[in-house]
């Protein structure tokens, strides 16, 4: 990063305040008045930045225009650049244990499902307010400035989903300044990562800045292993202007052997969990098993700034995003006493999928008598279209044709694999097209009653269109389309008490339609899919803000209450509703001048009612993949100007993960972990030296699962990284 912090005063601004001073000359001295000269020059003034910055995070864009947090009505996370390099975070999924959110692996072992507050979160991933590549895609923080998390039903701000919440990346940005940092990380299970950030400023309005990344691992589940490559140029035009453009490119992609996890075992009739015994051995095909993802994103961001009261921004984005993806599911066998991994139990997905969005705001401050108004008005038009394919596997054993119920089983006995030569061959067939058409229009107003009360009330419309073209006519793929009309809502109130003081109370609700949920799966379609109405969910909120230190730390806490009515479960069909109440608390910010924290606590509850016959297993459990309970803290303290020594504890409790099917009604269940991280590190103006321990006491753990699997978490891992700033 750049060493000085340049600022440049010229201008009226710059001519007043010189002018101001000779005026005070002047009348201390009527004789300089008469020959003092206005002829000003600018003035440049020059001061180190700070080496670190705070975990509290002063403001969000969350709200879709900029905002103090403690103004928002819902509890909100910002997890900073800071914590991420201080935890030597590299994707999505490790920055969101900040924030109290749990996942669920996706269909087939596929990228893991965020799961907030008890809703499934997995197509309300933001990049930079629009629905992208994220929701597609457990994104690399590389190009990531900072994570927002938006928590309770948000779907005035963002349309369709958003039950529990959103997750926002917000992404790095030209700025005016020339520097940068180049760092490189080591460390055990063939860890390797190389990260570049580079910004450089040809005048006061034009910009350009370029992030990279690469990096491969194994895991100490072998064969299990990650590559991947990323690189993102971008550019910003008029930066000390009213008008800015912004054009931005990111490209990621990932060649990884995937890890499906471990069979559950069973602990009663209906009930199963995961087995911690077999947590060091993967049973997958190393030749057979494998994932790739391409995601390309282009964007183009264009602001006016009428006044300081009016401003208009438009957003275009285009996405691509191909995803290829073949593993092989281990099984039990019937007695428990072997993984029988036959070819018949394979998972496959195959995918290309192309995205247009435009997103318009219009922000606009104004009174009306002695009410302030701050009215945000916004127009989304999407357009998502998926080619899915299907199909085309042949497996092979030892050079012939395999059966679907042969494999190469594992004895839990003698720990030992069958021995055996296994191939595939691929030829995926365009089985059916998606396409799924979106118009969106949204009213948001934060009102200032009085100085101290404020209300904010939004509504939205959606006309959301689904249409499935059936390619190959078959039992999994039929012509099918759905339209519906959605209104969502929302409105509270905020009473600052206080100087940085407030406590709020908020109702929101979101909707999504169960037609975009099926249509182009898989899975064979029935009608009472396509004719259901749309899952519909409503969060109350109370909560309190509170800012101590003179701004510097931040201690807020909601208690609330979601409710989603019609949920659906691809395979099994609905169940009648699922709730979750509970208590969220967040510290954020500067404790002492050497001691900095980011902390949070989810306690909850609720149940799930189920009078379906194929999903009334879960009828009384707590919703899937949540936990009534996650704690994590990370701390900082300056040991010397340059030395930094961080600690931090994260738990989980358990988890249900079983999606339920018609094909079983099993009940599964995750134990609960509780995890150590550590670190220090060296920092002067020019390099970077830094060590982290994760999982430091090398607690064997599982993070996700899914219907017959557990997935592990990482074992101890350790991480050297030094970077070298220019």
Do not use: C
Request: hydrophobic share 35%.
């Amino acid at each position: 990063m750049s060493d000085k912090k340049t600022t440049i005063l010229k201008g009226n601004r710059s001519r007043s305040m010189m002018l101001g001073v000779g005026l005070l000359a002047a009348a201390m001295n009527p004789a300089l008045a008469e020959t003092q000269k206005t002829d000003l020059e600018s003035v440049k003034v020059q001061g180190n930045k700070p080496l670190r910055s705070g975990y509290k995070a002063p403001n969000t864009t969350i709200g879709k225009r900029l905002q103090d947090l403690q103004d928002m009505p819902q509890s909100a996370t910002v997890i900073n650049q800071q914590v991420m390099r201080d935890q030597a975070t590299s994707d999505l999924k490790g920055a969101l244990k900040n924030a109290g959110i749990t996942f669920q692996a996706g269909e087939g072992g596929q990228t893991e499902v965020p799961i907030i507050r008890g809703m499934h979160a997995g197509g309300d991933v933001y990049d930079d307010g629009i629905r992208g590549a994220a929701a597609e895609f457990n994104s690399d923080t590389f190009n990531t400035d900072h994570i927002e998390v938006l928590k309770g039903s948000a779907a005035v701000l963002f349309g369709r989903g958003a039950a529990g919440g959103v997750i926002n990346q917000a992404s790095k940005t030209p700025y005016i300044g020339t520097g940068g940092e180049a760092a490189i990380s080591l460390g055990n299970r063939s860890h390797s990562r190389l990260t570049a950030d580079f910004n450089h400023a040809f005048s006061d309005d034009i910009a350009v800045r370029f992030n990279a990344m690469g990096e491969a691992h194994d895991s100490f589940r072998k064969p299990a292993e990650t590559k991947k490559l990323g690189f993102a140029p971008s550019i910003a035009i008029g930066l000390s202007g009213d008008t800015q453009l912004e054009a931005a490119y990111k490209f990621e992609k990932a060649d990884n052997t995937p890890d499906l996890g471990i069979p559950y075992r069973k602990t009663g009739d209906k009930t199963a969990t995961a087995d911690l015994r077999l947590i060091d051995t993967n049973f997958g095909y190393k030749n057979i098993d494998f994932e790739k993802r391409r995601n390309h994103t282009a964007t183009a961001k264009l602001s006016h700034k009428f006044n300081d009261e009016t401003k208009l921004t438009n957003t275009l984005r285009y996405a691509k995003n191909d995803y290829d993806y073949l593993v092989l599911a281990p099984r039990w066998n019937s007695s428990e006493t072997a993984i029988r991994r036959n070819f018949g139990d394979f998972k496959t997905i195959k995918y290309q999928k192309n995205t247009w969005s435009n997103q318009t705001d219009f922000n606009i401050k104004f009174e009306t008598g002695a009410i302030k108004h701050d009215l945000l008005a916004s127009l989304e038009l999407t357009q998502e279209k998926r080619k899915n394919f299907t199909g085309g596997q042949t497996f092979q054993l030892n050079g012939a044709k395999a059966a679907s119920n042969q494999g190469l089983p594992y004895d839990i006995a003698t720990g030992k694999f069958a021995d055996g030569k296994v191939t595939v061959m691929r030829d995926p067939k365009h089985n059916s097209t998606l396409t799924t058409r979106t118009i969106g229009l949204g009213l948001n107003d934060i009102m200032e009653l009085t100085p101290t009360v404020k209300a904010v009330a939004g509504v939205r419309f959606n006309r959301i269109s689904t249409k499935n073209k059936a390619i190959l006519t078959n039992v999994n793929s039929k012509d099918a389309d759905r339209s519906d009309n959605i209104w969502t809502y929302s409105g509270s109130l905020i009473w600052d008490y206080l100087p940085g003081h407030n406590v709020y109370a908020a109702y929101n609700t979101a909707t999504t339609p169960v037609a975009y949920r099926v249509t182009g799966q898989s899975d064979s379609l029935d009608d009472s899919q396509l004719v259901a109405e749309p899952e519909k969910t409503r969060t109350f909120e109370i909560g309190t803000k509170n800012a101590f230190f003179d701004d510097a730390l931040t201690v807020n806490a909601a208690l609330f209450h979601t409710k989603k009515t019609q949920q659906y479960y691809r395979d099994a069909g609905f169940i009648d509703w699922s709730k979750v109440y509970g208590l969220d608390v967040e510290v954020a910010g500067r404790i002492t001048d050497r001691l900095n924290m980011i902390a949070n606590i989810v306690a909850s509850n609720g149940k799930m009612k189920a009078t379906n016959p194929k999903t009334k297993q879960l009828d009384g459990h707590f919703p899937e993949a949540a936990a009534k309970f996650t704690a994590n803290l990370w701390t900082n303290y300056r040991i010397t100007d340059n030395v930094n020594a961080g600690l931090g504890i994260r738990h989980i409790s358990d988890r249900y993960t079983h999606n339920p099917s018609s094909k079983g009604d099993i009940v599964q269940k995750l134990p609960a972990y509780t995890a150590v991280d550590a670190m220090t590190s060296y920092e002067n103006r020019k390099y970077r030296a830094q060590l982290n321990v994760n999982n430091v006491f090398d607690k064997k753990h599982f993070t996700t699962g899914h219907r017959r699997q557990a997935v592990p978490g990482d074992r101890r891992t350790i991480l050297a990284t030094f970077g070298y700033k220019f």
